[in-house]
């Protein structure tokens, strides 16, 4: 099945002077502090410290308010559009930032559209702060689904949740779980759980949520339904595409610089026609890659639902199209450094096939699409 590269056209949205140059200055001001925390020597140190990621990073996140775009104000938040978080995320995907920037952000924006008030102030101040995280628990162990049950006053909950990205630092998890015939969402304190964390083989980190008969009060459920959830799941996975092209993006500079400067019989790489048709299939990718993520993320701030999977299911799938080739020829190109841990290009290869592989596969997404389609 072919998708169309643009997908369906993306919603109108409010894209003035002004908000580009908000947009504009945030941008470079996240570039001056991956700058700053972002060497490949200093990923590799956060990487091997306790925390397993830069803190200083994730102070400087929320001093520039990346944190709080597009929560509400009442709770510490700043008036924003989605496409403003995508851009935060494909700035850290150009660097390959280890925080869980994205479950962050996808699960306070979950409790800023279906929590009540109350759920929303014992949370959101503290996320936007960078005082608090919140990953998003929804993949489900088939051998042992989440369940709620009734418990007396509240709810018991058990089951299992696997690759919750984030969730080996979150502080709070939001749990999916079957009620009865439909899914209901859940807060739960981290500490009220067993969980495996690891970290991915991008570096990234994630873990898998036991819950044992894990006892909540009345008000920990969400008073939302499915469709705020479905709504979180495809952002997440918009996102994601976003942290993809910034990676992309890198991964065609990284090349570009190592063919132009690398010489072989007497001339660099770039100079051998063969080479050059490569590299300019790399772009290309990269051009499509942008384009369709540009309209997933427009249509998850549109209001058509259909619209939002259709537009999210087919950038996925060309997104993961792009992820694919560039990370390969970005590694076949460099020759034998291409696959050492000492150099950008083998991080830049493990990021682009985690993504491939993560909030679902390609036959899953095409799947998706031509289910809403056809």
Sequence with gaps: MTISTFADPAPAIDQTDDSEDIRDQLRQSLETVLARHYS????????ESEARESAAAWSAYAELGLLALSLPEEQGGLPAAFADIAMAAETMGGAMTLEPYIPTMVAARLIAAGATPAQQAAWLPGIVEGRLRAALAHEDDGARPVLAIRHGDGWRLRGRKLTVAGGDSADMLIVSARLDDAIALFLVPADAVERRAYRCFDWTGAADILLDDVDLPTDARLPCGEDVLSAALDEATALACADAVGSIRAANRLTRDHTHTRRQFGRSLDSFQVLQ??????LIDEAFAAAITDTAIAACDGSDPTARMRAVSAAK???GEAARLVGEQCVQLHGGM?????????????????FELSY??????????AALTL
């Design 40 to 47: 490949f020597e200093q990923r590799r140190d956060a990487h």
């Design 277 to 282: 048709h490569r590299l300019v299939d790399m």
């Design 317 to 319: 799938v060309r997104v």
């Design 338 to 354: 291409g696959l050492v841990q000492e150099y950008q290009a083998a991080h830049l290869f493990a990021r682009l096939g985690l």
């Design 360 to 369: 679902g596969d390609r036959n899953h997404h095409l799947e998706r699409y």
